[in-house]
């Protein structure tokens, strides 16, 4: 039968050394022991019972029964069967918490509370280590989630670029878009893709873009097979979110409409932008895709 939660002291009330360590358990930051709620002395063959323990490490019984059955803490029976915390091992439970609050896994705890002190150092700079690794961890994945959060809300960050007209134009599109699924999608690539991943695809880009332009000063019919392929080529090239061919639509007309990118374009080719928006419309058609109904996917 599990004994009761409730005390069974041992006529310790005239019984108190106070050369005997204090009834407590927790740590605080530099390792040595705090007062605990029942710091009274405790005699070398004075007992505590499981409930008193519980209250006073602020351990549940539950979690002592367990140690117990593990055999990391094991106090003797009384005559009555219960549970009878003893000195020792009030000892032993602090040192059993400590290592626990410092993450050693339990599997390596109770080998740790018999091994010889070289051997505990040891297993404790290794622990110091794998914390050191974790939290280099952390701040790497701190810093990229400030880096998404930033170009999440702004569109770039000032270490991306320092053209003002590029900053700009991204804020303006935050302003826009910036309540769209793909708009942190284009924050999510940002933010994990690295200088020569962004520099490969912006080359990708212009390099689709020179041979759009070539197109055109060849004469190549919106609608050709030619035309459609390039279309393709350039709606996979845009490297900020996914586009469907429905929002490649929208994008051709802000391509001509929008000044800044009708410049971007004909300076490449002059007219160049409404070619590339008429071959989008053109494309589309070619798929059983009517501009008239494109929209933002």
Request: with cysteine; proline share 4%; aromatic share 4%.
């Amino acid at each position: 039968m599990e004994e009761s939660e409730e005390p069974c002291r041992h006529d310790r009330r005239n019984r108190r050394d106070d050369t005997e360590p204090q009834g407590h358990a927790r740590t605080d930051g530099s390792g040595t022991s705090n007062a605990g709620d029942d710091d009274r002395p405790l005699a070398e063959q004075e007992a505590l019972s499981v409930g008193e323990v519980s209250r006073m490490f602020h351990v549940s019984v539950r979690m002592l029964r367990h140690w117990d059955g593990l055999g990391l803490l094991t106090p003797r029976r009384g005559p009555n069967g219960y549970r009878e915390y003893r000195v020792r091992d009030l000892n032993r439970l602090r040192r059993l918490l400590t290592y626990k609050e410092l993450g050693i896994p339990g599997a390596d705890i109770g080998p740790l509370l018999e091994a010889a002190a070289p051997e505990v150092i040891e297993t404790l700079a290794k622990q110091r280590d794998a914390i050191d690794a974790r939290i280099r961890d952390l701040r790497g994945d701190l810093g990229r989630l400030d880096r998404l959060i930033d170009i999440a809300r702004k569109g770039s960050t000032m270490a991306d670029t320092t053209d003002k007209t590029m900053h700009e134009l991204q804020a303006e599109a935050q302003r826009r878009w910036g309540e769209s699924t793909q708009w942190m999608e284009y924050a999510e690539r940002k933010a994990s893709t690295t200088d020569g991943q962004r520099r490969e695809a912006g080359e990708r880009m212009r390099n689709v873009e020179r041979q759009l332009g070539e197109a055109k000063r060849r004469g190549v019919r919106p609608g050709s097979i030619e035309a459609n392929a390039l279309v393709e080529e350039h709606r996979r090239s845009i490297p900020q979110f996914e586009v469907s061919p429905s929002m490649h639509v929208l994008l051709g007309r802000m391509y001509a409409a929008d000044e800044r990118f009708a410049r971007h374009y004909d300076d490449i080719e002059p007219g160049l932008a409404a070619w590339l928006h008429e071959a989008i419309d053109a494309a589309a058609r070619a798929q059983g895709l009517n501009p008239a109904r494109a929209r933002w996917e």
